[in-house]
């Protein structure tokens, strides 16, 4: 069963930093490529970044360019997202999503809350 | 790039069929055949429902089924029932990734 379980999540005040997980299991991760798609209270989806299954693409949306970095440890079956600058707009419950054939998240994870206040 | 755009809102009774649409550009919708459609329930994770336009998942209902016309891609539901009611998102992956602004449900 394929699972994907984020953590690093909670409250940090603007300019702080943030970084989260995602422990992946029931699949080859290295095959894969991950993406970070986040979702601000009562709004809706945002795609955040991407990066292949070498780490040797990545992406990132306009909004987090420059102050998010995506990586990723085959080794250890695991996605991060560095989060640095954080604004109060980035407030957001985070998900990680494994990709398929022209998907960006066949698979979900349950997703981990970050709150950027002071 | 801009969030693909969907109505706010739809409704329909039990056993009724409904559809969403989703308009985006040449760049993205009319140009691939890669656009997903995902359903969530208030504080669950997104469910992927349709993904390279029409194809669906193994597990989910025929009765959920997608197209597309030029820029715009639909979603339809059909014999509506209680547990569709949900939050609809379409999605593009053309190159970057763009969801649409989401659609709510309701099941009167």
């Known amino acids: 069963e394929v699972q994907l379980v984020e953590s690093g999540g909670g409250l940090v005040q603007p300019g702080g930093s943030l970084r989260l997980s995602c422990a992946a299991s029931g699949f080859t991760f290295s095959s894969y490529s991950m993406n970070w798609v986040r979702q601000a209270p009562g709004k809706g989806l945002e795609w955040v970044s991407y990066i292949s299954s070498s780490s040797s693409t990545i992406y990132y949306a306009d909004s987090v360019k420059g102050r998010f970095t995506i990586s990723r440890d085959n080794a250890k079956n695991s996605l991060y997202l560095q989060m640095n600058s954080l604004r109060a707009e980035d407030t957001a419950v985070y998900y990680c999503?494994?990709?398929?054939?022209?998907?960006?998240?066949?698979?979900w994870g349950q997703g981990t809350l970050v709150t950027v206040s002071s | 790039q801009s969030a693909l755009t969907q109505p706010a809102s739809v409704s329909g009774s039990p056993g009724q069929s409904i559809t969403i649409s989703c308009t985006g550009t040449s760049s993205d919708v009319g140009s691939y055949n890669l656009v997903s459609w995902y359903q969530q329930h208030p504080g669950k994770a997104p469910k992927l429902m349709i993904y390279?336009?029409?194809k669906r998942p193994s597990g989910v209902s025929n009765r959920f089924s997608g197209s597309k016309s030029g820029n715009t891609a639909s979603l339809t539901i059909s014999g509506l029932q209680a547990e569709d009611e949900a939050d609809y998102y379409c999605?593009?992956?053309?190159?970057?990734?763009?969801f649409g602004g989401g659609t709510k449900l309701t099941v009167l």
């Open positions: 390279e336009g029409s």
């Open positions: 999503a494994r990709s398929g054939s022209g998907v960006p998240g066949v698979y």
């Open positions: 999605c593009s992956y053309a190159g970057r990734v763009v």
